[in-house]
């Protein structure tokens, strides 16, 4: 099994590994024969080291990527939210709370004059609105929230760059 640790969760993973990774941030779709030839090894190898990859945790899954925008949600905001409480049973609340809200399309916990940072993804400032008054600050513990309306995603998600930067 490749070796991971904290410090450095591409350890132990080769330049044909990192291939594999890199072009199926790109392509999940391709076939064993067609990713073989991507990377430069024969199919034999380049299916255990997926299998490898797969098995060891470090490619967790294959989905669809879908257009947010063609689905009319571009509205995009992030939410700087502070709790009342910040003990471990708040904290589970809260995070078990915030996962049940569709629109939030992320959260983190930050270390800053904030606990949490939250990307919300709505139709309209009117939905953004309803999400915020309806949802977010009913959560567990919520003190309080600033909101900030992306103008332009600039880098949006993909994986594209990490694995050979890495």
Do not use: C
Not at 37 to 55: D, M, N, V
Request: hydrophobic letters at 45%.
């Amino acid at each position: 099994m490749t070796e991971i640790n904290e410090t450095n969760s591409l350890a132990g993973l080769d330049g044909f590994d990192r291939k594999i990774l890199s072009v199926l941030a790109e392509e999940g779709r391709l076939s064993i024969a067609d990713l073989a030839r991507r990377i430069g090894l024969s199919k034999s190898p380049t299916q255990a080291r997926l299998r490898r990859l797969e098995a060891d945790g470090v490619i967790t899954g294959y989905r669809a990527l879908i257009d947010p925008i063609r689905l009319g949600l571009d509205h995009v905001v992030f939410v700087e939210l502070r709790l009342s409480d910040t003990r471990e049973a708040a904290l589970s609340a809260f995070n078990a709370a915030v996962s049940r809200i569709g629109e939030i399309e992320e959260a983190h916990m930050i270390a800053s004059h904030f606990d949490y940072l939250l990307k919300v993804r709505t139709r309209s400032i009117s939905a953004y609105r309803a999400v915020l008054a309806e949802k977010i600050s009913t959560l567990p513990h919520v003190a309080s929230t600033s909101t900030y309306v992306a103008m332009q995603a600039v880098k949006d998600p993909g994986a594209q760059g990490w694995v050979d930067s890495a």
